[in-house]
């Protein structure tokens, strides 16, 4: 009690005393006993040592049963009703009729009642009560309480009794009395001046912190008012814990703290509000940098002056300071007139050293100290090595040494780099003047004669080189350290009466890559001292700092302060019915194309479908690229956040764009850890073709972080200070229009932006035209404010000017729970290891990051317009180079290699090191004759060789083995053997199954000489082919083809047809066929012959096929329209796969007596799509050739 009196701690009541007994057995678990019931009272009455006739209620459990309600009635009136005067009767009442029945927890909410019922003198009534219980003798002075009352006067503290029983026996019963608060002392400690106060707030999650503050400001602004504001502060500072993420307020009335309360629940603070959160559970240790010559004005100690903490510490080194210097620092303070540089070097010292002790009484205190100049003096005080004394004796004799010196000499802080500097003195041939400080890597202080000095300042400010003065006339020269910063120093407090080094101790930090730290200060030029002191203190609170409020708070509680204010958030969802077809739509206000789900049976596989079209696109605006709006990437991240559920999203690839012209069948397929976004279009007839579905977007995800996220803070202030370069808000939108896209999908608006080339900041607010602060669609969709991160983020990259997509990220983080805010900041850099890639980080109004987007790398599209008329990017070839080996190899339990050809598979097997791996040899059955003589028998192994991958693949797959599969064949490329031309279509389905079954494959490797290639299976990783050429592994990228190899502009280098030679196309009468034909007499062409299995019908019985229902009646009908434009159309009808297709071919050709053939078309060509674990050796039969086995020699 006394502890809790002491603390000025709120006491509502006190309990007196309290008696718990137990007895189960005399009458039973279940039946009550009245003695026991009087024993426990007379008990806690006797532990409480008060008269039973001074307690004026009793709060009964009120069991409501026959037998227990008459029972402790009775027990009651035995103790508390006889022997009273029946004017001053003992009231009884029970919480029950409330509340009901709470079981464990019944008699808790009985004895809150009773408190609170002593604590406001209210008795209050029994609710519902109509007719007493005819069992039970209510004249015995113990009455209900009817109607509320006050409590009645009787002289002596109010007091309560509150009965409690259990099942089993247990019986309880507790005595509550008044607290009367006695006088409060008289304090003997200096309070901290009543004008300014902190408020303190904090809560586990950002968006809690907000909606406290709005929970404040409603407060304060009514029932706060009549609180001293010093006892709210005290209350918030002293009687809570601080959690992680923190907010303060440097206030001044309570009209004051409901301004920047409210400013800040909006995400807009004000001056002189501060938050930041901390991510270490120790507190932060705090740098105090005491600084040099330059930070006096003439008013900066006379409000410190009446501070008897600052006064004594400058009182007590005066009497030197008058014997060494002959003035006296006390009579300099309060007048103003600070002197020469030898006074103002003194009056500095004073200030630093007086701070110090204000910030020691406050309860800050410091883990380590730089000095700087004259500052290194009031460094050494603080860190102990040395006396005040000592330090004032040191300081007043250096002035009087400097006085020789005094106005001769001059200083400036220059924005340019030391080097830079001392090369320009030398240009200059300024002999007399020195580059004297590197003050961060940035800036540094050029010193020297004033003349010179002043010279030399004009010249820098006409290079645009800027400048700042230090007001002193003699040339100091000292270094800043930044060892402090290497020894992971984050918190900076300068101890001046100006900030002078906070900008180069920021400068020093982010050239070494340090970037969340704060660098702070204890006064301001012509600014109130107690504000900006209390002001550090909080930006130091608000970083993670030790800051000892109880030193500072010394106030009475505030009663009835807000505590936690719940986040309600509404889980319920209305259901309504809605037709089969629309609820297979996406809803369009949650921004992503998530229709009905649907779980596949006996899979972990999960399908989203939904339909797209001009009417449920979901995004509000338009996003036109080139005449053709497409689906936003943001809504497509949206889109596999929301199916998945996912915290982090990895290596997404964005593949192709989703149209949104023509209706589509959109599909969102979840397995595993994996995810793929597919479309077809819907026919006319609302039926979606089924056949040709495309993979738009592929992606990894995870439902939970890799490990406990940490709150990241951007210093927004510092990267704006950096880049130094502000651009107009309108600046990306304009960018964005000047290479075709002339809309938003969402009507985001940039209102600040600063960029350059490396990095950008812009505050974005996502519905401009929203007054409320709320935006019209669903809150929690992350589609808006990232349609704005990559809109902006492409044009990081301006000074080439394209129509860049996203295409590849390696990573999206989400690091809160809350939705996203309607304005945020957004902070790019440009990645450093890849072309046209940046690093995004989406954060809230205080820097703290929101959503992490590492390395989206942006694409050009076809057709913008810097590439038009140009070859770049329109012409692409294989380009074989040397790959790079992974860092980390393949870990390799097993090999198992499998061959139709035994003595291939154990010329491998010799080449492997049997020490450090295993092997096994499987033999498949049915192995090719290697002494079969016609070639045509190894081309006719290639179904085979296609049908064996696919048989091993779809295996693997289906049994979820963690296999990687790799394809080992020699010389495919350089087709040197009639077998390595049967291998050749292996190349083109490894690259399929790469894109279809990435997990299975490994790669498809094209040796030069038949030995294991274990280097490149453990160290070559996520490719789909290697080739091996002179010992060297190497991989095709596409690469545009350089100008060098364009075709010089003479006609006879066109690659059109020419009139004068023939022209072959194989599959000639099928509808592709014909359509070359036609397009190649439309560019000239006079020749065409076109090769097919079927005969065309004879010329005279033409007529009558063209008006039958023949197959061959369009086939005809097209020849004829070519042949009216003067073409010569001769149909040759040879099986092209045929083992003796060539020599048939060759002799009907020569006898049609035609110029010679300029060019050869395949389009015979037979089309079969499905997925690759569908597929069958009958549809590659039917694609690769028509009858293969037919002709075996």
């Excluded at 400690?189 to 400001?217: C, D, M, N, Y």
């Amino acid at each position: 009690m006394a502890e809790a009196v002491m603390d000025g701690d709120h006491i509502l009541a006190v309990l007196k005393g309290t008696a718990v007994a137990q007895d189960g057995h005399t009458n039973g678990i279940m039946a009550p006993d009245q003695k026991a019931q009087e024993l426990v009272a007379r008990k806690a009455l006797e532990i409480a040592r008060v008269d039973p006739n001074t307690v004026d209620y009793v709060e009964a459990h009120a069991t409501s049963t026959p037998v227990g309600d008459p029972t402790e009635v009775s027990a009651i009136s035995t103790v508390y009703g006889k022997g009273r005067r029946p004017d001053k009767p003992c009231y009884i009442g029970s919480v029950k009729p409330n509340v009901g029945h709470l079981e464990a927890g019944a008699d808790a909410v009985g004895f809150i009642r009773a408190v609170m019922s002593v604590q406001k003198g209210i008795l209050p009534p029994q609710s519902n009560l109509k007719t007493l219980n005819t069992k039970v003798d209510w004249s015995e002075g113990v009455p209900v309480v009817r109607q509320c009352e006050e409590w009645p006067d009787s002289g002596y503290p109010r007091r309560a009794g509150v009965c409690s029983y259990g099942y089993g026996g247990t019986v309880s019963h507790g005595i509550i009395e008044q607290y009367i608060e006695p006088d409060p002392p008289i304090s003997s400690k200096e309070q901290w001046p009543k004008k300014t106060q902190i408020l303190l707030h904090s809560a586990p999650q950002r968006r809690q912190l907000e909606i406290q503050a709005a929970t404040h400001v409603k407060w304060i602004s009514i029932d706060g008012k009549q609180h001293d504001l010093g006892c709210v502060a005290t209350t918030l500072g002293t009687r809570q814990n601080h959690r992680k993420h923190r907010a303060a307020f440097v206030i001044e009335s309570h009209d004051d703290s409901a301004r920047k309360l409210s400013a800040f629940a909006c995400q807009s603070p004000l001056r002189w509000s501060t938050s930041g959160g901390i991510t270490e559970s120790d507190s932060k240790p705090v740098v105090w940098v005491f600084s040099g010559h330059g930070a006096q004005w003439a008013d900066m100690a006379q409000e410190l002056l009446r501070y008897s903490i600052f006064r004594s510490v400058v009182d007590s080194v005066d009497t030197i300071v008058q014997e060494e210097m002959g003035f006296s620092a006390i009579q300099a303070m309060k007048s103003g007139v600070l002197g020469g540089s030898d006074q103002v070097q003194v009056l500095t010292y004073l200030m630093q050293i007086g701070l110090s002790g204000v910030l020691r009484s406050q309860g800050v205190s410091c883990n380590a100290v730089i000095g700087h100049s004259v500052g290194e003096i009031a460094a050494s005080i603080a860190a102990g090595y040395i006396t005040p004394i000592e330090g004032n004796l040191t300081i007043t004799r250096r002035a009087k040494l400097h006085r020789r010196f005094m106005g001769a000499g001059a200083i400036i802080l220059v924005r340019a780099s030391f080097e830079e500097m001392t090369r320009e003195i030398n240009i200059q041939d300024s002999g007399s003047l020195v580059a004297a400080i590197i003050s961060s890597p940035s800036s540094c202080v050029v010193s020297g004669p004033k003349e010179e000095v002043e010279i030399f300042g004009e010249n820098l400010k006409s290079k645009d080189i800027k400048i700042f003065r230090v007001d002193t006339d003699i040339a100091f020269h000292h270094p800043i350290l930044p060892a402090a910063a290497e020894d992971r120093k984050r918190l900076f407090l300068e101890i001046s009466p100006h900030r002078i080094v906070s900008h180069s101790i920021e400068e020093t930090l982010l050239d070494i890559g340090v970037g969340d730290f704060i660098v702070t200060n204890t006064m301001l030029r012509e600014t109130p001292a107690e504000r900006t002191i209390l002001y550090s203190m909080a930006q130091l609170h608000c970083q993670g700092a030790n800051v000892d409020w109880n030193q500072h708070m010394r106030d009475t509680w505030a009663p009835n302060v807000p505590t936690t204010t719940w986040n309600h958030r509404s889980i319920s969802r209305q259901i309504q019915a809605r037709s089969e077809e629309s609820s297979r739509v996406h809803e369009v206000d949650k921004h992503n194309l998530l229709g009905q789900r649907t779980s596949v049976a006996g899979d972990d596989i999960i399908v989203y479908e939904t339909r797209l079209d001009r009417q449920t696109k979901p995004f509000p605006g338009r996003r036109p690229v080139h005449g053709c709006e497409i689906v936003p990437a943001a809504v497509l991240v949206n889109t596999f956040l929301q199916g998945t559920g996912a915290r982090v999203l990895y290596n997404l690839c964005l593949r192709i764009p989703i149209a949104v012209s023509e209706p589509r069948q959109v599909q969102l397929i979840v397995q595993s850890n994996q995810s793929r976004l597919c479309t077809c279009l819907v026919e006319n007839n609302g039926i979606e073709t089924g056949s040709n579905w495309l993979t738009h977007t592929t992606s990894y995800w995870t439902a939970e972080q890799d490990e406990q996220p940490t709150t990241k803070i951007v210093n927004i202030e510092a990267v704006k200070a950096r880049i130094n370069n502000k651009l107009k808000s309108s600046f990306s939108i304009g960018c964005l229009a000047s290479v075709g896209v002339s809309d938003m999908g969402f009507p985001w608006a940039v209102t600040e932006h600063h960029g350059d080339l490396d990095e950008m900041v812009a505050r974005v607010d996502v519905s401009p035209n929203s007054n409320s602060g709320k935006v019209p669609w669903d809150i929690h969709p992350w589609a808006p404010i990232l349609d704005s991160a990559t809109s902006v983020a492409s044009t990081l990259f301006f000074d080439m000017p394209r129509l860049r997509m996203p295409a590849h990220v390696e990573e999206v983080r989400i690091l809160v729970q809350q939705p996203p805010p309607k304005i945020a900041l957004l902070y790019i850099k440009k990645a450093t290891d890849s072309d046209y890639t940046a690093h995004i980080s989406i954060c809230n109004g205080y820097g703290t990051v929101l959503i992490q987007v590492s390395s989206m790398r942006f694409s050009e599209i076809d057709g913008t317009s810097e590439n038009r008329g140009s070859l770049d990017g329109l012409v692409h070839q294989l380009a074989w180079s040397p790959t790079t080996y992974s860092e980390s190899p393949l870990h390799i339990n097993h090999i198992t290699l499998m061959s139709r050809n035994e003595v291939l598979a154990n010329s491998y097997v010799a080449s492997i090191d049997r020490e450090t791996q295993t092997v096994t040899v499987l033999t498949i059955p049915e192995g090719l004759s290697e002494l079969a003589g016609s070639s045509w028998w190894h081309l006719s192994c290639l179904a085979r060789f296609v049908s064996d991958l696919l048989d091993l693949v779809r295996f693997i797959s289906i049994s979820a083995l963690t296999v990687k599969v790799f394809v080992l064949a020699q010389g495919v490329l350089k087709a040197e053997s009639v077998t390595s031309l049967a291998q050749t279509p292996l190349h083109g389905l490894s690259r399929i199954i790469a894109s279809e079954v990435p997990d299975t494959w490994g790669a498809l490797i094209d040796l030069e000489v038949p030995a294991f290639p274990l280097a490149i299976i453990k160290y070559i990783q996520q490719t789909d082919i290697v080739q091996v050429s002179d010992g060297i592994p190497r991989v095709a990228p596409l690469r545009p083809i350089p100008r060098s190899k364009a075709l010089p502009p003479p006609e006879h280098h066109s690659l059109l047809p020419h009139p004068s030679g023939t022209y072959l196309i194989t599959g000639g009468l099928g509808d592709l066929g014909l359509a070359t034909a036609e397009s190649l007499v439309q560019k000239g062409a006079r020749r065409t012959i076109l090769v097919s299995c079927r005969p065309l019908p004879h010329r005279r019985d033409w007529a009558s096929v063209v008006h039958s229902s023949s197959s061959m009646a369009p086939a005809i009908q097209k020849i004829q329209s070519m042949e009216t434009r003067g073409a010569t159309i001769q149909a040759i009808s040879v099986d092209i796969a045929s083992h003796n297709a060539v020599s048939q071919l060759s002799s009907r050709i020569d006898g049609l007596y035609l110029p010679p053939i300029r060019g050869v078309i395949h389009a015979a060509e037979v089309l079969h799509n499905e997925p690759i674990l569908s597929a069958t050796p009958d549809s590659f039969g039917r694609v690769l050739t028509q009858k293969p086995q037919a002709h075996s020699p």
